[in-house]
């Protein structure tokens, strides 16, 4: 059966397209078949690959291979996860939070997928409802995070946040913001979150710019039920890993649970998530001695 990859690359960056044709070169003198979107394609003037449409681009290929930042790698997802297929980026952009390798390491990368030399990790995703009157009037999914932002500059977006079903507290705010663990380092970051590592199963809930006494981050456990009641007059706009939006009117409510189909991340350079935050942040760990050799912690 012939193996095939999925390659997703930034169209709008030009230096992208060397890199992509490398990976579609080498992925074929591997007699692996590879896939290009039929926009990318054409825009980046790639050959020797298969092209295809959006709808159905992933389905059957034993792996997404993502080049470009993280937004490349959210729409990489989009794909991947229709399919249920694991998703891999090389970071060509700025921070590549979600980026498994570095672009100096292409070579090794697509290396570790001709040989399958890789692990599948699962990450949890959100589910997005938005009602209006008790009818649903949209639904999408998140990997990141799902924002509830004022629709009119200027003007304050009042909500009431509910937890387990009982209500929290009401925020005169620009909005909120409901984040996985692997979105706490986006946009939930920037507005003031906590960084939860991968492995830790959770729903981080952070307020935008809130006038309230409670206006702090929260962390809820990943079965919980979070809502966002919208009072008075302001519209507001739903964002779902900042790609897709969705209206929302006053007096409607929008329900975050725990995704029903995750994200299938690969691993080729397994390393703790301390290391990536290091590295990504630049941040200083210099003078750390960490344990002497006798297993005792320096003093």
Partial sequence: MTRQVLVVAHPRRPFVRD????????LTAADIRPRVLDDEAGELDLSCADVV??????????????LGGDGSLLRGADLARSADAPL????????GFLAEAESEALDDTVRAVVERAYTV??????????????????????????????????????????????????????????ATPT?????AFSAGGPVIWPQVEAMLVVPLSAHALFARPLVVGPDVTVA????????????????????????????????????????VHPSPFTDRLVAKFELPVEGWRGRSRTGRQNS
């Fill in 88 to 95: 891999l980026g090389v970071n060509l952009g700025h921070i």
């Fill in 53 to 66: 449409s959006n709808a159905e681009a992933a389905d059957g290929v034993e792996l997404v291979l993502v």
């Fill in 19 to 26: 890199s992509a044709q490398r990976v579609l070169d080498l």
């Fill in 228 to 267: 966002f009641e919208v009072l008075r007059k302001e519209k507001g706009v739903v964002s779902c890993d900042g790609r897709r939006s969705i209206d929302v009117v006053p007096g409607a409510r929008v329900e975050i649970r725990r995704g029903t189909r995750p994200v299938r991340l690969a691993r």
């Fill in 121 to 178: 990790e699962e990450r949890m995703t959100l589910d997005v409802v938005v009602r209006n009157r008790g009818q649903v009037v949209g639904e999408n999914w998140a990997l990141n995070e799902m924002s509830l932002e004022k629709g009119h500059p200027g003007r304050l977006l009042e909500i009431v946040v509910e937890v387990e079903g009982r209500p929290l507290s009401r925020w005169a705010c620009d909005g909120a913001v409901c």
């Fill in 183 to 187: 979105g706490s380092t986006a946009y």
